[in-house]
């Protein structure tokens, strides 16, 4: 097994922990919510995240030769999702009263990673490069996609605690507004990029 370690958590790293749909939709929620009522989209969104690794795992070698236009597609329903979900921190209330929320908010968390494309080339480029040596080796492929998910519970979680913390010390509701417009537009500024819109000179 020839795989550069530092490189990978490198790279694991820096795209899990930086600015994205998963982690900006769980610090609106940590916002409006407080932690502990995130919990369960955090889990929801570990748990999509690891079927995608696990897909991305056993198809990174073929999906794209199979089927090169899928890209593009991807990333574009990818984009509709995530600017609905940015209306939908927009239009969100800063009360939470409903306890009943809970399997729902697991169920958006695990549909956020099947159609948010930055997990799928982010799954695609990691087993396709980084662990291509041991792309038949299946245990191995599993346990990394089970370590991917994990760390990928703990940005999120960085984040919704952040939004907690945010929560704790916010007493005007209209600041909290204008904090959850700018999760928004975060989250619509991710939409643009990952539709490529607008090609990089």
């Known amino acids: 097994m020839n795989i550069e370690l530092f490189p990978l958590i490198s790279f694991v790293v820096i795209t899990t922990f ?7 939709s769980s ?3 940590g916002v409006t ?5 995130t919990v369960t989209f955090l889990l929801g969104i570990a748990s999509g995240f690891f079927v995608v690794m696990i897909c991305c795992a056993y198809l990174s070698s073929t999906i794209l030769e199979i089927i090169p236009a899928s890209e593009k597609y991807l990333r574009w329903v990818g984009a509709l999702y995530i600017v609905w979900l940015a209306i939908g921190i927009l239009r969100s209330s800063n009360s939470f009263t409903d306890t009943k929320e ?7 968390g695990f ?6 494309p930055k997990v799928a080339v982010y799954g695609l480029t990691i087993f396709s490069t980084f662990l291509a040596s041991i792309s038949n080796q299946i245990n191995t492929l599993t346990v990394f996609a089970i370590i991917l998910a994990l760390t990928a519970f703990a940005a999120t979680s960085t984040w919704a605690l952040c939004g907690s913390v945010i929560k704790s010390k916010l007493k005007n509701e209209s600041f909290r507004k204008r904090i959850n417009q700018l999760l928004s537009l975060l989250l619509i500024y991710t939409a643009v990029d990952l539709s490529g819109i607008i090609s990089p000179l």
């Open 102 to 108: 809970a399997p729902k908010a697991f169920i958006k």
């Open 33 to 37: 919510y407080g932690y502990r009522k």
């Open 18 to 24: 930086t600015p994205g749909p998963n982690n900006i």
């Open 111 to 116: 549909i956020l990673q099947l159609f948010n």
């Open 27 to 29: 610090a609106s929620m």
